[in-house]
């Protein structure tokens, strides 16, 4: 204690005080903010699982299979009647050799997922056709939202046979109706809107 | 010019270092606050904002962050001010921690209880009453539509009853009929593969069916019929219901399928209630991220309050402390004898008051500092003057200070007292040791005086030097001191050998010339009645009368002879004759003078030693001429009877009182001068031999002073006697320019 230098412990007590009140009163705060940011939300993985392009009566027809960041949370609040969307962007491009790549079709495909809670029923919207479907339960709309079956993408005649083609998938997610504005502000919190990476394949008719 | 665009260049330089983070940190303030505001905007209406968003939260972090770093700098600062105990630190460190305390605990405290409404207000919004009641309104919804949709079922299931007789192309009249007995949009029997047997729809224009879902196919093939409330493209409420045609359950058997309206009131509400129930739901989702957002945007707001609190504190105290340091800084400057210390006037307030009480007190320290120096200087002139004179006054001064340390000692007290008295400045007089024999007998006369009470007195001192006596007149005063106390004495002294002298010179000159005029007289009478007697009574005499008249008179004749010879030496000591200047070579006179005694005598060995270079000198040559008689007579006269008796008579030019001047010194091997007589042997009747008048050296003294010189008489220490007489060089001196020997000259003779 005596090695202690004179001019530290002349730091008035009140001084010291303060600082540490001031410290505690940050630390607070900012656990006050983790705590809060805790909010459950989308979880877990979320990919393009698989996708291909099936030729089917001269139209080139997506199929693909998504992995939803859903967990107990998000059932949940889909079944309170928080609505989830899934966006499914398609992008098809001519592979050339030494040029970059030139773009033959882009496809975006909405849907909106919501419970109704009067009929009690699931309804899965197609945003671009305007086609919905009632589902039973959550894990039937989810099933649904989470394939992509003979969704018609690309007339045959706009590809050439011999050319290579580069196909990407991605989907994007968006859980409930938080504002930008927040997610923003709240940026290291990753519960209410995912992307996906891009999910590649080589096409060659 | 140039120097004029100089000072303006200065000027702005200094006031951006002295105002240049205040402004910026106003600027930064400013700026920050109109973020604030724009972000608590965002948050509430974020469509209007989104896109600004980032570049708030930028400037937000960016002057929250150059903030921070400003008051971390300023504590740092204050920090080590603090520990190298800066003027004026510890109080500002005191004033920043009492504004700081005062600014920053209203701020905790209102963040505190910002957060708890906060918390407690959002999550008051979702109480449980509101979801109940939001549930209850569900569950009401549903038991209103519950009855439509049995009822429905039921008239399915008894359409389907009623069709299930029928063959599949004999179905489409009953079904229509049923259809329009019903309230139905549409009836349709699937068959096998889902195939349409038949259809019936209040919408003909639409020529497809709804499609039955697997889930319906589902369970009405598996016997059980099937009902749902579905939602239409349009919004609005359908009940759709399905029944096997077969009661008897026949899976793959056909399936009739209708499709109810819900009536527009009661879609209208149920829409009604499903929106509120999906608001509710999203509000409750965005209930944790609004609170987080809310708390983030207060703490963004107090944490940035708290450090503009904190630094307004510092530049508060510094305000403040300022004109303190700046006191403290003058006070300093005035302790080193910086009296033209002028301090910055910071307002008009009582710390205003006190710079300004401060300046004039520094404005009138520098007034009496060059009062007093100049005071000072004229002290100093004085004491310069005072020592000048000092120096040039022939009279010695020693001053001694009350413990008789000796204060100051002027040149002529060195001179007279034959020591240098400035080695004797500030040790004590009564203990100095100087080899001086003339200073040693001084300090023992004065020392019986000085330890006497009475330290103001006046007394002739008398001292015995190797020239002769010394009569001093010395004099002792206390010194004055203007507070009364003993401030010491000086003693002031004066050689009066030479008065003295002089008085006696004067004196016997006196008496010489009353002799010569009284005695002289009656002589030559005395003579010729002698005379004159032997002629008259010799021849009448006998033989042995005359012979005895004869040696009378001839006794009084002969006495006669020899008193005029007496008198006429006084007569001639007495007579101040004219002088006849004129230019001659005195090493030419001693040559002459002493050839005729090397003719006459030989009894003595004499030697010359001239100057060769010694200058003509304007005399009267034959004064000069018998002032060297008289010398040379005066030493024959000593050395007569004396073995390897020797004179030598040596010329220089010498330095006296800084002018040149030529000595004679005539120098003998005899007994000396008596010591008793020594300091007054140029005293006319004062000799040591039986023959003497007394009147030679005398006269020799007369006549040396007669042309401005000096003479000295002493014993040198290896025995015989010196005679030094200095003679000034006259008009005709001239030492330079005349250093050739002449022709001739001998440099030393020898006899």
């Given at each position: 204690m005596n090695a202690v230098p004179r001019q530290f412990s002349s730091i008035p007590q009140a001084t010291l005080l303060r600082a540490r009140a001031c410290v505690i009163a940050c630390l607070l705060a900012l656990g006050s903010l983790t705590g809060v940011a805790s909010a459950e939300g989308l979880d877990g993985r979320f990919e393009v699982r698989s996708a291909d392009l099936e030729l089917k009566d001269g139209v080139y027809q997506l199929n693909a299979r998504l992995d939803l960041p859903v967990g107990d949370a998000v059932r949940q609040g889909l079944s309170e009647g928080v609505p989830l969307k899934l966006e499914l962007t398609l992008d098809i491009e001519r592979v050339r050799q030494f040029l970059p790549n030139s773009g033959v079709a882009e496809l975006t495909q909405r849907y909106h997922l919501q419970y109704n809670t009067v009929s009690a029923r699931y309804i899965l919207r197609n945003d671009n056709s305007g086609q919905q479907e009632s589902l039973p339960t959550v894990e039937a709309a989810l099933e649904q939202l989470s394939q992509v079956r003979g969704l018609p993408v690309l007339d045959q005649g706009l590809l050439t046979p011999g050319r290579r083609y580069e196909a990407n998938v991605r989907a994007k997610i968006d859980y409930g109706a938080v504002p930008r504005s927040v997610r923003l502000l709240m940026f290291?919190?990753?519960?209410w809107h995912r992307e996906s990476d891009w999910y590649t394949w080589t096409l060659q008719p | 010019m140039a120097s004029r665009k100089r000072l303006v260049y200065v000027d702005t330089a200094a006031l951006v270092r002295k105002y240049g983070s205040t402004v910026l940190a106003a600027i930064g303030i400013a700026l920050w606050l109109v973020a604030l505001y724009l972000l608590s905007s965002a948050a509430q209406n974020?469509?209007?904002?989104e896109e600004w968003l980032p570049y708030i939260v930028v400037i937000n972090v960016a002057g929250l962050l150059t903030l921070s770093v400003l008051l971390i700098g300023k504590l740092f600062r204050l920090l080590r001010e603090y520990r190298r105990h800066a003027p004026g630190s510890r109080l500002k460190a005191r004033t920043v921690a009492i504004f700081s305390a005062l600014a920053v605990a209203p701020i905790l405290i209102v963040y505190y209880f910002s957060l708890q409404f906060l918390n407690r207000g959002i999550d008051s919004w979702f109480e449980l009453e509101v979801s109940q009641g939001l549930k209850d309104t569900r569950e009401l919804s549903r038991a209103a539509l519950d009855v439509r949709v049995r009822e429905f079922l039921q008239n399915t299931e008894a359409v389907a009853r009623s069709l299930s007789s029928l063959p599949d192309f004999d179905l489409v009249g009953p079904l229509d009929r049923a259809r329009r007995e019903s309230t139905a949009l549409e009836y349709t029997v699937l068959g096998a593969q889902s195939r349409i047997l038949a259809t019936s729809s209040d919408r003909p224009m639409d020529a497809v069916p709804w499609p039955a879902t697997d889930e319906m196919m589902l369970q009405v093939h598996r016997g059980r019929p099937y009902v749902s409330l579905d939602t239409d493209a349009q919004g609005g409420y359908v009940i759709r219901s399905a029944a096997p045609l077969n009661a008897n359950g026949n899976p793959g058997g056909r399936v009739l399928i209708a499709m109810y309206p819900v009536p527009e009131q009661l879609s209208e509400l149920a829409d009604t209630v499903q929106r509120s129930y999906t608001q509710y739901a999203t509000l409750v989702q965005l209930r944790q991220p609004l609170k987080s957002t809310f708390v983030l945007i207060l703490t963004f707001v107090v944490l940035l309050s708290l450090i503009a609190a904190v630094y307004g504190a510092f530049f508060a105290a510094s305000r403040l402390v300022k004109p303190v340091q700046d006191l403290i800084a003058g006070t300093r400057a005035v302790a080193r004898g910086d009296y033209d210390t002028q301090l910055p006037l910071p307002s008009r307030d009582e710390l205003g008051f006190l710079v300004t009480s401060f300046n004039d007190m520094t404005k009138r320290l520098a007034r009496a500092r060059v009062e007093t120096r100049r005071s000072q200087q004229a002290v100093e002139a004085e004491r310069a003057s005072l020592a000048v004179i000092l120096a040039r006054l022939s009279t010695g001064v020693v001053a001694l200070e009350a413990?008789?340390?000796?204060?100051t000692a002027n040149q002529a007290a060195s001179a007279i007292l034959g020591v240098d008295l400035e080695g004797v400045v500030g040790k004590r007089f009564d203990e100095t040791v100087s080899e001086g024999d003339l200073y040693q007998q001084f300090l023992r006369a004065v020392k019986a005086r000085l330890?006497?009470?009475?330290?103001d007195w006046r007394e002739q001192i008398e001292l015995l030097s190797d020239s002769g006596k010394r009569v001093l007149m010395c004099a002792c005063t206390t010194l004055p001191n203007d507070v009364g106390a003993d401030s010491g004495v000086v003693l002031v002294f004066d050689d009066i050998t030479t008065l003295l002298q002089a008085q006696r010179d004067a004196a016997w000159g006196e008496v010489a010339r009353r002799l010569a005029h009284e005695i002289k007289n009656p002589l030559t009478p005395i003579q010729l009645s002698a005379e004159r007697m032997q002629r008259k009574f010799m021849g009448s005499m006998n033989a042995q009368d005359a012979q005895i008249l004869e040696r009378a008179t001839h006794t009084i004749v002969a006495q006669v002879d020899a008193m005029k010879q007496m008198v006429n030496a006084f007569s001639e000591y007495a007579r101040a004759p004219e002088l006849q200047f004129t230019r001659f070579d005195l090493n030419q006179l001693i040559t002459e003078v002493v050839d005729l005694y090397r003719a006459q005598d030989s009894s003595a060995d004499l030697k010359l030693q001239l100057d060769a270079f010694l200058p003509e000198i304007s005399a009267d040559r034959v004064r000069i001429r018998q002032i060297l008689n008289n010398l040379v007579t005066n030493s024959f006269e000593a050395l007569e009877g004396r073995v390897g008796a020797g004179i030598e008579i040596e010329t220089q030019v010498v330095e006296d009182a800084g002018k040149p001047v030529v000595a004679v010194v005539v120098t003998d091997n005899g007994p000396g001068f008596q010591r008793d007589l020594i300091g007054t042997v140029f005293d006319p009747y004062v000799t040591s031999k039986p023959k003497g008048t007394g009147l030679g050296l005398a006269i020799v003294k007369k006549i040396v002073e007669e042309h401005g010189g000096r003479i000295e008489a002493d014993n040198p220490r290896h025995g015989g006697a010196r005679v030094r007489v200095l003679l000034p060089l006259g008009d005709?001196?001239?030492?330079?320019?005349?250093r050739e020997p002449r022709k001739g000259e001998n440099r030393r003779e020898r006899v």
């Open positions: 290291w919190v990753n519960e | 974020s469509a209007a904002f413990d008789l340390t000796v204060r330890g006497t009470e009475n330290m005709s001196g001239r030492l330079l320019g005349t």
